[in-house]
Every structure is written in C-alpha cells, then in structure tokens.
C-alpha cells in the first residue's frame, strides 16, 4: 500500500472524520483549523465532538505519529500528497449553500501548495463547484504545480460516522483525468471497500440526491402516519409491513416528529434553489421541505388542542439533538417547540444524555437540565 501525505482543511465532523480515518488506514495527516484552542485540545487528545469511537481513534493515531493538528496552513498544505476540504457550507436565508469557506482555503491551498498536489472537495457543495473551485486555484496559484481537483462527497451518519466511514456501503469519487482518479483510488485502497467512480458534476449530484431522497422518505412517512391517525390505523403496523419490501426497505420508515441536523433541511433546500436557478421546479423535495417544516412542531400542537395555558407550567422535553447518539442541536425539533413553549410562558426541563451541554450554552438563561428523565 502506498502511503500518502495528507492535508485536510476543517476539523468539524466531515473533515475531522475524514481526517482520523485516513490515518487509521495507515497515512499521514495534518489537520488543519482556524482556532488555536480546539487544536490544543484535539493535540490532548479530546475530541471536539461527540461522535462514538472518535475520540479513541484520535489518540491511537497521534501517539502513533499517523495526525496531527495545526493552525498553519501553509506548511500543512505546501508539500501535501492530497488536499481534502472538509469545511462548513452553512445555508443562506435563500436557501443557498455559503461556499466562503469553500473559497478561503482555495485561496489558501493556491498561495501554499509547492508541489503538485490533488484537491479533494469532500465538503457538500452545489454542482459545478468543483470546476470553479479548480479555476480558481489555477488562476491564483504563487508556484508553479499541477493541480487537480476531485469531487469525494461524505454520506456519514452522525453518530455513527466513523463506522459510516470506514465501512462505507460505498466511495464516491469524481473527477476528470485518469490521473486523479488513479491517485484517489490509491487513497482508498486499505479501506477495502467498493468505489463508484463518475464524473465531478454527477458526484456532487450523488450526495444531494441521495440525502433528498432520505429526506423524502421521512416526509412520506410522517405525512402517511398523520392519515393513519385520521382513519384509524397503526403506523408502526404499517411501517411493518412496508419494510418487508425490497423496494422499499426497511430504514428511514420511523415517523416521527421531523428531520433535523446538519445535512437534511439545508441539502433539501439547496437542491431545491438550485433547480430554481435552472428554471426547474423539484416539486417532490418542495413538499417534503413543507412537510417536515409542519411536522416539527405537531407535539406542540397537539399538547395546544388538550390544554388552556402553558403559562407557568413545568415542561418536560425528553431528547434535545436532532437524533440520538450525537449532541448536534442543529435544526433539531426540540427546539422549535422549546421556542414555542417559552414563549407561552412555560418552564422547560429539559434532558439529553449528550446534548445538555450545548443546550445549556443556548438556553442558559430559561431552562433546567435534568440528569436523568
């Protein structure tokens, strides 16, 4: 196996998973980010996010001489084999992905890079990113290298992410030269696993797709159990008897009380503002968008139809992440109804096994965190 040099930018789940993972396969990683603090305690060996096996794998890979992390860019990126962008696409009010992450280490890889080097976008971008993002560092570039840039979409689970990555159903890869397809490919050989190699184009689109599908699926199958309490049936019977379908499967088929996270809402409402830019309307993920958006607060609701006031009530809210297993908060629907509730008046308390602590940073000044339910 041949090993190779490794940069990523952006140690949030994406990069730091991607970042651990490839030093677990036997390279050699430098792990980029801005802020001095978070790269002392990741140096300690303390993981900034909660994520299951993480924070073991950190430490078995630095004290192996396999990680490590820096705030200087420039030495990281200057002589690096491969380049992966893991930062933070976030959505803008419009619905559209903020790509100035994407672009400020562009300029840094542009200004750094002192040997020819491949540039991997692992970060979820719109299509055609990653032609600009090759344009653009070709037209800043200080020395003179060959650089390509590859498109390598992430389909981890939070949670589970780590073994989402190193036992992925799949690799995606994408690019335009036989080159960069060979050296990607050599990246991924001690993961073992299948890979689907496209063109940049179609494997940006293979990351929006499959996550808007995900996201239809929820949708479905929310708006399906809110009939099933209309006409009397059971969803959790009816899920059954879908799951033994093969063309349906059986994952994803937990109604609920919506989506939340990091990648649904905002990948759903990119693809659908990306189509508007073409003139196109995507009129399946349009739905599941106004769906899950209703669906979010239906507790609430109902809790409305059987009581007078929440004025002065004690208010129990069990789960505070957007799922179990990670203490992500964003987009989680626990706090739609948190912001519903405090509004009417209520006293919230509050408890997650995980998520407590950055639920208290957010609502310290309005809320009790319980230690156990």
Known sequence: MKQYKIAVAGTGYVGLVAGVCFAERGHQVICVDV????????????????EEGLQELMQKNYKAGRIDYTTDYQSAYKDADAIFIGVGTPEQPDGSAN????????????????????????????????????????????????????????????????????????IIIGTESKEAEKKLMEIY??????????????????????????????????????????????????AKGMSYDPRIGEKFLNA??????????????????????????LRTVEAAVDVNAEQKTKLYKKACDRLITFNGLKVAVLGLAFKPGTDDLREAPSID???????????????????AENFEKRYRRTNSLCKNT
């Open 99 to 170: 790509l100035s992450y994407v672009a400020t280490v562009s300029r840094q890889i542009a200004e750094s890079i002192e040997k020819d080097c491949l540039v991997v976008v692992k970060s979820t971008v719109p299509i055609g990113t990653n032609d600009k993002v090759e344009q653009f560092i070709k037209d800043s570039l200080v020395h003179d290298v060959k650089v390509e840039v590859a498109s390598n979409p992430e389909f981890l689970s939070q949670g589970r992410a780590v073994k989402d990555t190193l036992e992925a159903k799949r």
């Open 337 to 355: 109804n948190i912001e519903l509730l405090l509004k009417q008046g209520a006293k919230i308390y509050a408890y997650d096994p995980v998520a």
């Open 256 to 281: 609920g009380i919506g989506y939340g996270g990091s990648c649904f809402p905002k990948d759903t409402k990119a693809l659908k503002y990306l189509a508007k830019q073409y003139g196109y309307k």
């Open 35 to 50: 802020d001095e603090n978070k790269v002392q305690k990741m140096k300690d060996g303390i993981c900034p996010i909660y």
């Open 189 to 238: 050989e001690p993961f073992n696993l299948p890979i689907v190699s496209v063109s940049r184009r179609s494997a940006e689109m293979i990351k929006y797709a499959s996550n808007d599908f995900l996201a239809l699926k929820i949708s479905y199958m929310n708006d399906i159990a809110n009939l099933c309490e209309l006409v009397g049936a059971n969803i959790e019977d009816v």
